[in-house]
């Protein structure tokens, strides 16, 4: 069983920077790939990035590509998600999930209750 917390939303400007972090309980953190997802008022929640078990696998929706990194600190059971260049579009509820399948297969198996991040214009 892993137990997701998201912490460090808020209200950024355009142009401007936030990180957002998510911190795991459960002994299996080290095994789970890591993802982070968003959902926009009335639009249907989407994928941002994703990283593998070990930290050397990442992939990048295409609308994040370039401006957000997904990284992961397997000794303090954490994910973060640094997001630069935000746009208003970016604005959302965040979410952290984990999985135990690979990067590459299978829906996620633990949600976050998610975060809020406002980007003005």
């Known amino acids: 069983q892993v137990q997701l917390v998201e912490s460090g939303g808020g209200l950024a400007q355009a142009g401007g920077s936030l990180r957002v972090s998510c911190a795991a309980s459960?002994?299996?953190?080290?095994?789970?790939?890591m993802g982070w997802f968003r959902q926009a008022p009335a639009k249907e929640r989407e994928f941002v990035a994703a990283?593998?078990?070990?930290?050397?696998?990442?992939v990048y929706a295409d609308s994040v590509k370039g401006r957000f990194t997904i990284s992961r600190d397997n000794a303090k059971n954490m994910v973060y998600l640094q997001m630069n260049s935000l746009k208003p579009e970016d604005t959302a509820v965040y979410y952290c999930?984990?999985?135990?399948?690979?990067?590459?297969?299978?829906?996620?198996?633990?949600w976050g209750q998610g975060i809020q991040v406002i980007v003005s214009s």
């Open positions: 459960g002994r299996t953190f080290s095994s789970c790939t």
């Open positions: 990283i593998s078990s070990s930290g050397g696998t990442t």
């Open positions: 999930a984990a999985k135990r399948a690979s990067i590459w297969g299978a829906s996620y198996d633990y």
